[in-house]
């Protein structure tokens, strides 16, 4: 998972234009392995700590510049768009930065399909820095969160403390994210962002608003196109059967796992990594 991420990034930079920090928290697969294959500008950093917030913390203790960039591993984007995010901070008060999202669904299941059509059609959902991730920061934009409270949904939280002229979400800048494969592992996407949103919510000096979806929202994607309303529908049932798994995982001590969706995280096909591999060869020689 994390080669499909670093390739396009090691190996199509100038030397020292970045910095690139891996920090794997608690793996137990071969990330670490995969990640030093890569060798320099790739920097690994290990914890035993299953946190992403310890992990964010631990990276940002070694990196040395900014603007500084926050990338999941199960996400791919280019080092061009990298550049874009970059720019995009130059604009008199931005402060943060983010690109466009790119979701194939068409392998998805039809309830994946439908939930992610509604979703991507919310108001908080297009303008906000969250679901993306992605976020770049300038130095300015980094004082503003270093001292938010860590909470799973940190890439929410964080794009709660700008107000939506301080954020950008840059033309010409796209991450592809890989979206669930199946309803169980969508299921397990929303528990976890239920139970973030809760944090955030309950957190001490965290920002006012936490972007929750309202009634109108879905009730005018509905008005503006008529097919979306059985999709309104399904989307609004997962909402409710997260909301209550999420109660269900509080109630019993649970709300601090992973909750992850492994189906997106699958490996490279043989196709690909034989391609990547000849890249590198070529780049090698």
Partial sequence: MIGRLLGPLAFTTDAG?????????????????????????????????????????????????FPRVYIDADV???????RVLAKA???????????????????????VR???????????????????????LSEAGYERIAELPPVIADDLITSLAFAQSERMIADG??????????????????VRAVVGVRQVEQ??????????????????????????????AVFVAVSILARLKARRATARGESSTWLRDESSRMGAT????????????????
């Avoid at 990330?31 to 950093?45: K, M």
Wanted: charged letters at 25%; proline letters at 7%.
């Fill in 17 to 65: 234009e970045l910095e690139i920090i891996v920090v794997a928290n608690g793996c137990t697969d071969d990330t670490v392995e995969v990640a030093r294959s890569f060798g320099p500008p790739v920097r690994v950093v290990s914890t035993p700590v299953a946190s992403k917030a310890a992990a964010l913390a631990a990276g940002d203790e070694i990196a040395a510049g």
């Fill in 76 to 82: 791919e984007l280019e080092a061009d768009d990298l």
């Fill in 89 to 111: 901070l130059l604009h008199p008060g931005i402060l943060a930065t983010a690109p466009q999202r790119e979701l194939p669904l068409a392998d998805s299941p039809w309830l």
């Fill in 114 to 136: 439908w939930w992610y059509e509604v979703w991507s059609r919310l108001p908080e959902v297009e303008h906000g820095l969250f679901g993306r991730g992605v976020i770049c």
């Fill in 173 to 190: 800048a796209r991450v592809l994210i890989h979206p669930p494969r199946t309803v169980t592992d969508l299921l397990r996407r929303r």
């Fill in 203 to 232: 957190a001490a000096d965290a920002p006012g608003s936490t972007a929750r979806t309202q009634m109108g929202d879905l009730l005018a994607i509905a008005r503006r196109s008529p097919t979306m309303t059985v999709k309104v």
């Fill in 270 to 285: 043989k196709e690909q990594v034989e391609a990547a591999a000849d890249s590198v060869s070529k780049l090698t020689k």
